[in-house]
């Protein structure tokens, strides 16, 4: 069974850090790339960055130069540092898992940003 858990959800004040973490079973992860997607109320689910299985990783404008995206292939896990950040970065966060024709996805994780 493939189970992708996200955690490090929080509420934080603008300018504060996080990091989250989505811990992958039941899928040969090193081959797999990872992404991190966020949907906040009433908005449509974006995509926030991705890393491939070689590591090369892409993000949304949005984000640049404050969020980092990472893996450990060893953990299975995907993680995504935030820094800096501000009300616009409130929503879900989740993970995905995507390769060939599979395409799997956690349940997510709030980040809540606000004074």
């Known amino acids: 069974q493939v189970r992708l858990v996200e955690s490090g959800g929080a509420l934080v004040q603008p300018g504060e850090s996080l990091t989250l973490s989505c811990a992958a079973s039941?899928?040969?992860?090193?081959?797999?790339?990872m992404g991190w997607y966020r949907q906040a109320p009433g908005k449509e689910r974006e995509l926030v960055a991705t890393?491939?299985?070689?590591?090369?990783?892409k993000y949304v404008d949005a984000v640049k130069g404050r969020f980092t995206i990472s893996r450990d292939n060893a953990k299975n896990t995907v993680y995504l540092q935030m820094n800096n950040l501000k009300p616009e970065d409130t929503a879900v966060y989740c993970c995905?898992?995507?390769?060939?024709?599979?395409?799997?996805w956690g349940q997510g994780t709030q980040v809540t940003v606000s004074s």
């Open positions: 039941g899928i040969f992860f090193s081959i797999y790339d």
């Open positions: 995905n898992a995507k390769q060939w024709s599979f395409d799997f």
């Open positions: 890393i491939t299985s070689a590591s090369n990783t």
